[in-house]
Structure formats: structure tokens, C-alpha cells
């Protein structure tokens, strides 16, 4: 006898008609699984995983903003102490 225990796949996030990413996702079968549920869990973990990349970007880019902020005020402040 062969039993499924775990189901799983990948769930494309799609933006005007073409695929940004896939996330995988999968969970352990429970005796009160259901397809529309896996589907919702499945859909809200992608969700979850593409914030937390969103939120990655944007304060990868305040950073490096501030880096370049910082480089900009040292080489001008630089340059005036030298005239």
C-alpha cells in the first residue's frame, strides 16, 4: 500500500503575463486537508516570501542611497577644504 504524505509544487507569481519568480512551497498532509485550503496556504506563503524579497530590495537601495550619500558629502566636503 503506498500513501501520499506530503504534497507540494511551485507557485508562479505572474505580472503582466509573464512569470517574476517561482516559490516553492510544500506541507505534510493532515487528516483534515483539503484542496481549496492548500491552494490559499500555498498562494499566502508566495505572498509572504515576494514581501519579504520587496522589503529586502527597498532597503537594499536606502542603504546603498546612503552610501552614496555619504561618498558624495565626504568627496565635496573633501574638495573644499583643499581650495
Known amino acids: 500500500?503506498?500513501?501520499?504524505?506530503?504534497?507540494?509544487?511551485?507557485?508562479?507569481?505572474?505580472?503582466?503575463?509573464?512569470?517574476?519568480?517561482?516559490?516553492?512551497?510544500?506541507?505534510?498532509?493532515?487528516?483534515?486537508f483539503t484542496l481549496v485550503g492548500y491552494e490559499q496556504r500555498a498562494k499566502k506563503h508566495a505572498q509572504c516570501v515576494i514581501d519579504k524579497i520587496v522589503k529586502a530590495a527597498l532597503q537594499q537601495a536606502a542603504l546603498d542611497s546612503n552610501v552614496d550619500a555619504i561618498l558624495e558629502n565626504a568627496i565635496s566636503a573633501r574638495s573644499q577644504s583643499s581650495c
Do not use: F, W
Open 1 to 32: 500500500m503506498c500513501s501520499i504524505e506530503n504534497i507540494g509544487g511551485d507557485v508562479s507569481i505572474n505580472m503582466g503575463g509573464k512569470t517574476l519568480a517561482t516559490v516553492s512551497y510544500r506541507e505534510v498532509i493532515a487528516p483534515d
